[in-house]
């Protein structure tokens, strides 16, 4: 079983604050990616990381930063919160060797 | 461009009803197709994984099959637990990206 957590899993948040939302994983994954989910959308790409300090840049990554210090944490942080940000946000990440992914529980963000 | 549709977007089944979702993608260079079982408010749970064409996986009432077009996910006998959302992702060679599609919103009544 996966074990990859992500914290909060509900935020309300007001417009123009920052925001961190965290993932970790205890597998020792070394890919982890965040991907961003409307109802009834599929999941768009933000973030990749390939390893610690290798990461790159998704569909939707131009709002936001991630860092990958230690391979088990790849936090994402939206600089400006903005009511278009409000969505579930999923964390996942793949073993080596193989390639189904693993996914965190999602964060719900609601900017007002 | 690469691209995985998914239908139908959404489907209504009596318990007992058998059924078949379908994934088609046109990706360069398929690496894998999989699908990924997801339930209100949670994140996706990873079901199989097809590397080749005319490949089947098999668990419980589900199987998965791979042709070079398409994939199809089978539904044996469903029952109300397999509610949820079925997606497919496709990823594609030289690349760690996935490519998911907006995934088939099933509901099995009792």
């Known amino acids: 079983e996966a074990d990859i957590y992500q914290t909060p899993r509900y935020l309300v948040i007001g417009t123009g604050k920052k925001i961190t939302l965290e993932c970790s994983q205890t597998?020792?994954?070394?890919?982890m990616y965040w991907y961003q989910q409307d109802p009834g959308m599929e999941l768009h790409l933000i973030h990749y990381?390939?390893?610690?300090?290798?990461?790159e840049k998704g569909d939707l990554s131009s709002e936001s930063t991630v860092s990958r210090i230690r391979t088990e944490h790849f936090p994402l942080t939206l600089e400006s919160a903005r009511p278009s940000h409000t969505s579930q946000y999923l964390c996942?990440?793949?073993?080596?060797?193989?390639?189904?992914?693993?996914f965190g529980p999602g964060t719900r963000l609601t900017v007002t | 461009e690469d691209q995985v549709t998914q239908s139908p977007e959404a489907l209504r089944l009596q318990e007992g009803e058998s059924s078949s979702l379908n994934c088609s993608y046109t990706?360069?260079?398929?690496?894998?197709l999989f699908w990924y079982r997801q339930d209100p408010g949670k994140g996706p749970e990873f079901l199989f994984t097809?590397?080749?064409a005319g490949e089947e996986k098999e668990k419980e009432r589900l199987k998965a099959t791979l042709t070079k077009k398409e994939s199809f996910l089978h539904i044996t006998a469903p029952k109300p637990e397999d509610s949820a959302t079925y997606l497919c992702?496709?990823?594609?060679?030289?690349?760690?990206?996935?490519?998911f599609g907006t995934g088939t919103r099933l509901k099995v009544l009792a």
């Open positions: 996942a990440s793949i073993p080596r060797g193989d390639s189904e992914q693993y």
């Open positions: 597998m020792g994954h070394d890919k």
């Open positions: 990381s390939y390893g610690v300090n290798s990461t």
């Open positions: 990706v360069s260079g398929l690496r894998g």
């Open positions: 097809l590397y080749s």
């Open positions: 992702a496709a990823a594609t060679s030289g690349t760690y990206k996935y490519i």
